[in-house]
Nanobody, 121 residues
Framework: QVQLVESGGGLVQAGGSLSVSCAASGPRYTMGWFRQAPGKEREFVASISWSGGRKYYADSVKGRFTISRDNAKNTVYLQMNSLKPEDTAVYYC?????????????????WGQGTQVTVSS
């Protein structure tokens, strides 16, 4: 079964940048990044197709975040620029078996344990 391991989280000041990675051990699927802030529901951040040719972003991060993947390394990345305190959350990567990009957490089948991203003002 698919295993996902996130890394790269940490503390960064507002306006700064951070990149998080997700190393996968299983087959290549549609991948997504989600985040869950304190006291809030898990929300969609970005998704990417198997080939990397299709991407979709939440409006809250569009223009600031970039999702990418390196299939040779079976790794998905999320480059986060112009970070805001509101971006503070645990960031999770997820894999989806069925075809097609999706924004709902319930549509993804496999999840990593998450990595904490904290943005200070």
């Amino acid at each position: 079964q698919v295993q996902l391991v996130e890394s790269g989280g940490g503390l960064v000041q507002a306006g700064g940048s951070l990149s998080v990675s997700c190393a996968a051990s299983g087959p290549r699927y549609t991948m997504g990044w989600f985040r869950q802030a304190p006291g809030k529901e898990r929300e969609f951040v970005a998704s990417i197709s198997w080939s990397g040719g299709r991407k979709y972003y939440a409006d809250s991060v569009k223009g600031r975040f970039t999702i990418s993947r390196d299939n040779a390394k079976n790794t998905v990345y999320l480059q986060m620029n112009s970070l805001k305190p509101e971006d503070t959350a645990v960031y999770y990567c997820a894999a989806k078996r069925e075809y097609g990009l999706a924004t709902g957490p319930l549509e993804y089948d496999y999840w990593g344990q998450g990595t904490q991203v904290t943005v200070s003002s």
